[in-house]
């Protein structure tokens, strides 16, 4: 698996809808090879994170509970992620 995903799976609380769009985003950025996203690609790139984030969705409700919580902290619940985020404000 892809180290920048984060396994989104048995979080306490519930993984968010931002959780699932950084995850999906990251997907798509990898797989489509983009560093960033262009005027050119953006809207492609829009139509796949909003497909698969709600895939995402779907499938963390189907899944029975995990037994064991994930090894990392997503970095959106990382103090040091969250104060960057809010300083670019």
Do not use: F
């Given at each position: 698996m892809c180290r920048?995903?984060?396994?989104?799976?048995?979080l306490e609380p519930a993984a968010t809808p931002e959780e699932?769009?950084?995850?999906a985003l990251?997907?798509?950025r990898?797989?489509?090879g983009l560093?960033?996203?262009?005027?050119?690609?953006?809207?492609a790139v829009?139509?796949?994170?909003?497909?698969?984030?709600?895939?995402?969705?779907?499938?963390?409700?189907?899944?029975?509970?995990?037994?064991?919580p994930p090894k990392s902290v997503p970095p959106l619940r990382r103090p040091e992620v969250r104060a960057r985020i809010e300083a670019r404000g």
């Amino acid at each position: 698996m892809c180290r920048n995903i984060t396994a989104l799976r048995g979080l306490e609380p519930a993984a968010t809808p931002e959780e699932i769009h950084a995850a999906a985003l990251q997907y798509v950025r990898k797989v489509g090879g983009l560093a960033g996203i262009s005027a050119a690609n953006r809207s492609a790139v829009e139509a796949a994170v909003a497909d698969i984030a709600a895939a995402t969705t779907r499938l963390l409700e189907d899944l029975p509970d995990r037994k064991v919580p994930p090894k990392s902290v997503p970095p959106l619940r990382r103090p040091e992620v969250r104060a960057r985020i809010e300083a670019r404000g």
